[in-house]
């Protein structure tokens, strides 16, 4: 296994980033909410790692804190949940907010993932309820208070790279704006969050 992963960010996308480590470039698949918090391209990156192994490939996961990195891993071993599902799931919902959803059964809240539907999400819960706790609740704490410049031209971009159309992304825009303000990556997920409802 990889347990981590040291060099430069050669290229970042909300989906991935590409790492060079030692003129190499390696495609690491990171949570979509991690974007905005990635290393500028040039400068040095440090990711916690999970390298999952198939029959024609091998694909590297790549996370900015190590509870996330032993979450992903976690959700794995959820019966049928797969690397894209879990990503997702991290991509959209901080640690705190999926604990508090499988502790107090919150289907609801889960099934506003793509790719995760009721079934799934009551699984989720069911598999996950005795194993997380107030522990990893206390891991994460809320998002930062780091709001860069062109917040919303940031936050397009993203969704744009995600596949939404310029209709998408201005109608959400519109929903968003009426909300609290956050911090980029908070406003993301929330974006994120209502264009999965629509």
Not at 38 to 67: C, M, N, V
Not at 82 to 104: E, F, M, N
């Amino acid at each position: 296994m990889i347990w981590y992963l040291r060099g430069k960010v050669a290229q970042s996308f909300p989906q991935y980033v590409v790492v060079d480590v030692m003129g190499i470039g390696l495609q690491v698949h990171v949570p979509a909410s991690s974007y905005f918090d990635l290393p500028r391209p040039g400068e040095d990156i440090y990711l916690y790692t999970y390298l999952l192994p198939k029959e024609d490939s091998f694909t590297l996961y790549g996370f900015l804190q190590s509870q996330e990195r032993d979450f992903f891993v976690t959700l794995l071993g959820v019966g049928g949940i797969g690397p894209k599902a879990a990503l997702s799931l991290l991509g959209h919902l901080t640690i705190p907010q999926i604990v508090r959803a499988v502790t107090h059964e919150e289907v609801a809240v889960l099934t506003t993932i793509p790719g995760i539907g009721k079934k799934t999400a009551s699984r989720i819960c069911y598999e996950l309820k005795h194993k997380v706790d107030a522990t990893a609740l206390q891991a994460f704490g809320g998002a930062g208070d780091r709001l860069p410049e062109n917040t919303w031209r940031e936050v397009s971009q993203a969704l744009a790279a995600l596949g939404y159309s310029e209709t998408e992304i201005s109608r959400v825009k519109i929903k968003v704006s009426t909300e609290e303000k956050t911090s980029v990556e908070g406003l993301f997920k929330k974006a994120l969050a209502h264009l999965s409802r629509e």
